[in-house]
């Protein structure tokens, strides 16, 4: 085998740089091509950003743009507020409704540090979900960052119906914000679950993200709930490669496996799967989840099956 040393460069975070590696000749190509596969798959390039009508908006915007500076992603903004308005004769009042809300987002826009980062205004005409999609067919989404919406003063609330709608009716990755929190890099994260059957070459991206981005320490914790089968038992090999260790616990719920165990880890942040007829999805049917049912102070990143 012929050795011979080359420069050879390699990404972390946004930096480029030069590293020596003594490899053959063969296995360089490996190493190259093994690099760009993991660096495209991982890489964050567009971000969503949907904001109301509250106050934590424009805290919403700058956490995602700290998010996104950390891989020079581009952000796109979109109006997430729809006043409902039904009758006919109010249509001309939504339509007013509509264009103060997207000048109010773009002066926030406009006035906020952007880091150097490109930001743009996304309008949609119909259902919020649709224009989502539509956008995402168009650049190819890689997170929604969004606050919990709840959209009311109802303290019970933790999820309104748009960051719900988001989390079980898009197959994008959605990173949730709660409020007051300030993007922090997450150093450890808790991956709690009771399925460890993944489907979608696209699905672990956010976490293979987070450990290429952050080096991010990975916990799993499968919770086993009353009716799990064996199947359901069976975790991936590509997960248990991602992590640093596994915990297995017994509850009733996702969540109370995650209470039993959350103050041990003491994550950055908590990953839960959002399945067809999983627990998460259990908890939105409505499109709402209460505090009583699912509640963190912790950002909460929610990834799916993706094709």
């Keep these: 085998m012929q050795v011979f040393e080359r420069q050879v460069p390699y990404f972390f975070g946004n930096v480029l740089q030069q590293r020596q590696f003594l490899v053959g000749k063969g296995e360089a190509i490996f190493f190259l091509s093994t690099f760009a596969q993991t660096f495209f798959t991982t890489h964050m390039k567009n971000i969503l950003v ?3 009508i509250s106050d934590n908006s424009e805290h919403t915007l700058g956490y995602a743009i700290d998010l996104a500076s950390t891989t020079q992603a581009a952000i796109y903004v979109m109006d997430s507020f729809n006043p409902g308005f039904r009758n006919a ?16 987002l773009k002066a926030m826009v406009k006035s906020i540090d952007n880091r150097g980062l490109s930001i743009q205004m996304v309008g949609y005409e119909g259902d919020f979900l649709v224009g989502v999609n539509a956008l995402d067919e168009k650049v190819g989404l890689d997170l929604i960052v969004c606050g919990p919406m709840p959209n009311s003063n109802n303290d019970a609330v933790f999820l309104g119906p748009t960051a719900g709608r988001l989390a079980k009716k898009t197959d994008i990755p959605v990173w949730i914000i709660p409020e007051g929190t300030h993007f922090q890099t997450p150093k450890k994260a808790l991956f709690a679950f009771k399925q460890g059957k993944v489907k979608g070459e696209r699905s672990l991206h956010p976490l293979k993200f987070l450990q290429t981005q952050f080096d991010t320490q990975l916990e799993l914790l499968l919770v086993k709930t009353p009716g799990n089968n064996r199947k359901e038992l069976h975790i991936d090999h590509e997960i248990v490669e991602l992590s640093d260790q596994m915990t297995s616990s017994e509850n009733a719920t996702i969540y109370q496996g995650v209470l039993e165990h959350f103050r041990e880890v003491h994550p950055d ?3 839960v799967f959002a399945r067809k007829r999983g627990f998460f999805e259990k908890l939105i049917e ?3 989840v209460f505090k009583k049912d699912f509640f963190t102070k912790t950002p909460l990143l929610v990834i799916k099956n993706r094709p």
Aim: glycine share 4%; hydrophobic share 45%; no cysteine.
């Design 89 to 104: 004769h109010l249509l001309n009042v939504k339509e007013v409704v509509n264009r103060n809300n997207f000048n109010r």
């Design 269 to 271: 942040i908590l990953i």
């Design 286 to 288: 409505s499109d709402v």
């Design 50 to 52: 949907p904001l109301g």
